[in-house]
């Protein structure tokens, strides 16, 4: 299954389970969550950016914690569109954004392809040196 699917799975579950740990949240059922999921990586796609572009200043001028507060409109804003999904308050949009963005994180760095790769440059005066260390399947480093 391609990641961008299991991805999207991952994220309609930690929306799924967003109402257990945040109050002012309320689904329905599964497929409300997949769609919340959908419109989410719509609006990361094609909105996020923009609200970025234009609030670039105030982002700066907070040393990046207005990002915050554009995931959480993003939040509010699907939960507004998808039908059988609501956000009660602000607070309850920063709270579950908060928590589905660091369930996104963990997800995209467990399927990176990078994942069990780490990279060690050695500078020295007149050399460089890489050392590639790599993890197999069962964990083991090579």
Known sequence: ???????????????????????????????????MAAILALFNLLVRPLLILITLPLTIFSLGFFLLVINA????????????FSVDSFSAAFLASLWVSFISWICHFSF??????????????????????????????K
């Open 1 to 35: 299954m391609p990641r961008f699917f299991v991805k999207g799975l991952v994220t309609a579950a930690a929306i799924l389970a967003t109402p257990h740990l945040v109050s002012g949240v309320y689904i329905d059922g599964i497929g409300t969550a997949l769609a």
């Open 73 to 84: 409109l993003l939040f509010k804003w699907a939960g507004s569109i998808v039908m059988g």
């Open 112 to 141: 990176s392809k990078e994942a069990g790769k780490f990279r060690v440059v050695v500078n020295q005066p007149n050399s460089r040196r890489v050392i590639d260390l790599n993890s197999d399947s069962k964990g083991n480093w």
